[in-house]
């Protein structure tokens, strides 16, 4: 029988594995036009945790006791619909359960790419997306730039990483711990900071000595504060995330926000799904990124349904190392 | 003999009086090129508190011990080159001072509008042309958008508010006090929030239930803190100020700083002397609004050079409706 993971309780603060309840899900036949699909990888992201908030934002709230959503690479096992058939290989975001059901419009076939097909949740899917138009696109970066990219080690800043350096930027990343530092380096970032080792503002100072021009923030907090203190002028900020603030309630302190106006900074937020009906030239650039060895992926993958809140979980403790995935 | 405020010591916070020194200036006779000059009027604008610290910013510091500059407009009582007569009226950066020498590049003509030479140190001055290319440039705002300027009461605000209006906008100004807030809405405000009655975050979800498209910033902190709360999608923020943390180091505490990403809201800071190229323009679409009686100017003025540290102290405490400005 399938089974799904549910929200049984909104988190407060961090969430806990009391917060997850899983339910099996009714077998029911197919209607015409729907297919049933196998999912192999599911998707935790830290976005997830907005979600579990009962509060207006852009995407809604998950409901209390339904099954949650997200994203999922899974393959067709039954098809109603002249679209799909058995054995294609399709992504969607009927995520946190092992089979999914539903109109073949909820399933998109995968790209013909030669790479592993949760490369789709990962580097060629919204995490990758979100590093590439955050950086070429909402932070306007350019070859020559200095760019800061926070949490350098995870499935959307490994990316900015790469794509900055594949276009000749300088990279500086941060990442927690001295393995998840040496990693980045390896990508081909100049200088990483490992920001467990001290303040953030202090290193990034000593790495970007003449400052940066353009930073890519996932974490908000102190490495935003860190970047304001080292905005070149016209710096660019892109502001993805800010998983610092998602599991907590405390304001956001900074010192050198001020910094904004003699620097002429731009901050600006943005949502990748804005930048979905470009995907195609996504997919070529990223594709011939590829082919020429210049993109490395990372996995960190929990096996089983079960193991999913432990993956989630996992997202704000530095559990992660690239793209965390579940296998099922 | 003419006399100019030195800065004595770097305040530690709120400047007192003791930070500043009164000081003879040798009378000497002018060099070929160069012209004397009356003062008339003296400006003091927030963004001088700046240059008390000892820190790099977009204007170096005030040197210990030496005269300070700052905004005056005066009229010229000696002349040794030929771009310049004797009762010409000037603008220039040679403030804090009862009498200006210098090189008659220093020093530019008023231009010939109708209205009070003091109106070129406000309206039609540098917090006038802050406020124009902020609301009009930085932050994109165009008819039919909600505005919300804070410090609207001074002398960027009130220009804003009335740019504002003028061009089809609906505007909410905070002001501290209910005679300030009566002058805002006299103005044309469409809401007035008086900052001292309670929180400012309630208070703007009130003025703006549909959500604000526009922030003009002046003042920082809760006033930033609200206009986060309050974004719609795609808002513009321009980031002219924050008086708030100018006297005060404690960090800027931000409890809606994420928002900043699902409502892709953008965030610019700017310095008004990047639109100096600007200016004719400026004078044109300004002068016109002057003239069909759609702009007005509040001035506080404070008398004789001796009052300069009270009037520019009387920033930092709300002592002043619309252009603070120093009569000799």
Same mark, same amino acid.
């Given at each position: 029988? $399938?089974?799904?993971?549910? /929200?049984?309780?909104? %988190?407060?603060?961090?969430? !806990? ?12 036949? /197919? ?14 992201? +830290?976005?997830? =945790?907005?979600?579990?908030?009962? @509060? ?10 339904? +099954? ?15 679209? /799909? ?30 790479? %592993? %097909? ?5 580097? /060629?899917?919204?995490?990758?997306? !979100? ?77 970007? $000595? ?22 070149? +002028?016209?710096? =660019? ?13 405390? +304001? ?12 002429? @900074? =731009? ?41 999913? $809140? ?10 992660? !190392?690239?793209?965390?995935?579940? =296998?099922?």
């Amino acid at each position: 029988m $399938p089974r799904a993971w549910t /929200l049984a309780a909104r %988190p407060q603060g961090m969430p !806990t594995p009391a917060d997850f309840a899983i339910v099996d899900l009714p077998a029911a036949p /197919l209607a015409d036009g729907e297919v049933r699909v196998a999912n192999r990888w599911l998707s935790v992201d +830290p976005y997830m =945790r907005g979600r579990m908030n009962d @509060v207006k934002s852009y995407v809604p709230p998950f409901v209390l006791g339904e +099954p949650m959503t997200g994203g999922a690479v899974g393959e067709v096992v039954e098809s109603r619909d002249g679209a /799909l058939v058995v054995g294609d290989m399709v992504q969607h975001m009927l995520g946190w359960r092992d089979e999914a059901t539903g109109p073949a419009a909820a399933f998109t076939k995968l790209p013909a790419l030669d790479v %592993p %097909p949760q490369s789709f949740l990962g580097q /060629l899917g919204m995490p990758g997306m !979100t590093g590439y138009f955050g950086l070429l696109e909402v932070a306007q970066a350019k070859a020559g730039d200095t760019v800061f990219v926070s949490a350098a080690a995870g499935a959307v800043g490994s990316t900015v990483v790469q794509v900055a350096k594949a276009k000749g930027m300088t990279v500086i990343g941060s990442a927690g711990g001295a393995e998840k530092a040496a990693w980045v380096r390896s990508l081909g970032a100049d200088a990483v900071i490992d920001y467990k080792a001290g303040p953030v503002v202090k290193a990034l100072a000593a790495a970007a $000595p003449k400052g940066i021009d353009v930073y890519f923030d996932n974490v908000g907090g102190d490495h935003l504060d860190a970047a304001l203190a080292s905005a070149r +002028p016209n710096a =660019r900020f892109a502001i993805c995330g800010m998983i610092d603030v998602y599991n907590d309630a405390k +304001p956001t302190e900074l010192k050198y926000l001020a910094r904004l106006i003699g620097n002429r @900074v =731009r901050m600006q937020g943005f949502i990748v799904s804005d930048y979905m009906d470009r995907a195609a030239e996504f997919y070529r650039d990223m594709g011939a990124l590829l082919a020429a060895g210049k993109l490395r992926a990372e996995e960190t993958i929990h096996d089983g349904l079960d193991a999913t $809140p432990d993956a989630f979980m996992g997202l704000f403790s530095g559990g992660n !190392t690239g793209k965390m995935l579940v =296998r099922l």
